[in-house]
């Protein structure tokens, strides 16, 4: 099953880093406030990065690795074609 590695901007700025097999149904997900406890108090949430994962392990590793990355990082990340 294909998953995804995403980056959700939060309404205060903030980047949060999370896995799904959905990214459209998971940030709506974030903006109902049934998402991450993170997320809740920082809606809406916008979508700015998705990179598509082979399976759920890989996933959450390359998920593990973009949460250890500092903001300067991420944003960098989010700018690569």
């Not at 700025?13 to 998402?35: I, L, M, Q, S």
């Not at 809606?43 to 590793?61: F, G, I, N």
Request: one cysteine or more; hydrophobic letters at 25%.
């Amino acid at each position: 099953m294909t998953c995804y590695c995403y980056i959700v901007e939060c309404s205060d700025g903030t980047f949060y880093t999370g896995w799904t097999t959905d990214p459209e149904r998971r940030v709506k997900t974030h903006n109902a406030g049934r998402g991450a406890k993170y997320t809740r108090t920082r809606r809406p949430v916008r979508l700015v990065y998705v990179e598509e994962q082979p399976d759920r392990t890989t996933a959450m590793k390359r998920e593990r690795a973009i949460k250890a990355l500092s903001r300067e990082k991420k944003m960098k990340l989010m700018k690569r074609p």
